[in-house]
C-alpha cells in the first residue's frame, strides 16, 4: 500500500481560520521548545487515541491492500456529505485491517499539531499540562503558520467508509474527513493542523513510543500569551519570565480560585516588552520577577 500526500496550497487560499486564538496545553519543556520557536508534528500513531484516524472500513472488492495507491489532501476541507460514508445503521462487515495499514503509511507521510479552542480546561490542565505544572501557549491562530484548521468531529458511533471512496480518480481524500473523534473527548474541542513530514525538520530523537520526533519552525509572533500552572516550579516561573520579558508574550499564573472549581490569571506580564511595561507584583506573582 502507498499513500500519496498534497498539501493543495498551491491550488487553494488558505481556508477561514476556526478561532483567533488557539492553545496549547504542555508541560514546561514543550512551553520551552515553543519559545525556542520549534513545534512537533506528531504522527498519527503517537497519539494516545489508538481509534486516530482509523475508521471501520468496507472493502468487498479489495484482496490485498499492500497493492492500494490512495491520495491525501492535507489542506482540504471536509466535503458535504463526505464521499462514501456508510450509515452505521446498516448492516455490513467491516474491517479496520486496511484502515490500520492506511494509518502505517500516515506514519510516515503525516504530522498534525493538536490545539483548543478553549484555555481553561481542568482535564486538560491535568492530562496535558503535567497535572498543572506545565502551561497553556495562546497561539494567534490569523497567523499564516495555522492555515488549513481542521476542527475534530466528535461522534458517538465510528464512522464507517467503503474503500472505493479512496479510490477515485484524481480526487484525493480530505484529511479532515478522518478526524473523527470519540464524543467522549469532545471536551477537548479539537483543532488541528496537518502538514507533510517532508515539509518537516526531521531531529534525531525519539520519542517515548519510539517515533522520530518532526518539527517545525515557528514564528515568536505566533505565541500571544503564556498561562503558567497552579503547580509550576518556581524555577520554571522564573526561567520562563527570563524568556519573555523582552517580547510582546503576554505572561501570567493560573492560581486556585475563592471560589468553586476554577482558576483566577494573575497578570505577571502584559503583552509588551518590560521596557515599556512593567511586571505585575501580586502576593501570588511577586517570587516570579522580583529575585
Not at 478561532?19 to 520549534?38: C, E, F
Not at 471512496?165 to 473527548?185: F, I, T
Not at 525538520?201 to 520519542?207: I, V, Y
Request: glycine share 6%.
Amino acid at each position: 500500500m502507498s499513500v500519496n500526500g498534497s498539501t493543495g496550497s498551491e491550488e487553494r487560499a488558505p481556508p477561514p481560520q476556526a478561532s483567533a486564538s488557539l492553545y496549547k496545553y504542555v508541560h514546561i519543556d514543550g512551553l520551552i521548545r515553543s519559545l525556542g520557536g520549534s513545534i512537533r508534528f506528531t504522527q498519527p500513531g503517537a497519539f494516545n487515541d489508538p481509534f486516530e484516524l482509523l475508521p471501520e472500513l468496507v472493502a468487498p472488492a479489495v484482496e490485498h491492500p499492500q497493492n492500494l495507491t490512495i491520495s491525501f489532501d492535507t489542506m482540504a476541507k471536509r466535503r458535504d456529505p463526505p464521499v462514501g460514508e456508510i450509515p452505521n445503521s446498516e448492516k455490513v462487515d467491516s474491517s479496520d485491517v486496511i484502515s490500520r495499514d492506511i494509518v502505517k503509511e500516515f506514519n510516515k507521510s503525516i504530522g498534525i499539531f493538536c490545539l483548543s479552542q478553549i484555555s481553561d480546561s481542568l482535564l486538560m490542565w491535568s492530562h496535558h499540562a503535567d497535572q498543572y505544572a506545565g502551561a497553556v501557549i495562546e497561539f494567534d491562530g490569523s497567523k499564516d503558520f495555522f492555515a488549513g484548521q481542521i476542527e475534530v468531529e466528535y461522534r458517538s458511533l465510528r464512522p464507517r467508509k467503503n474503500i472505493s471512496a479512496y479510490l477515485v480518480a484524481n480526487q484525493p481524500v480530505p484529511v479532515a474527513e478522518l478526524c473523527v473523534k470519540s464524543d467522549q473527548w469532545r471536551y477537548e474541542q479539537e483543532v488541528r493542523i496537518v502538514r507533510a513530514l517532508s515539509d518537516c525538520k526531521k531531529t534525531n530523537a525519539l520519542d517515548s513510543r519510539g517515533f522520530p520526533i518532526f518539527v517545525q519552525d515557528i514564528p515568536i509572533d505566533c505565541i500571544k500569551s503564556i498561562t503558567l500552572g497552579e503547580r509550576t516550579k518556581v524555577s520554571d516561573q522564573r526561567a520562563v519570565f527570563e524568556l519573555v520579558k523582552a517580547t510582546n508574550i503576554g505572561l501570567a499564573l493560573a492560581a486556585v480560585d475563592h471560589q468553586g472549581y476554577a482558576f483566577r490569571r494573575e497578570v505577571v506580564k502584559f503583552p509588551v516588552p518590560l521596557s515599556v511595561s512593567g511586571p505585575m507584583i501580586s502576593p501570588k506573582t511577586a517570587h516570579i520577577s522580583v529575585i
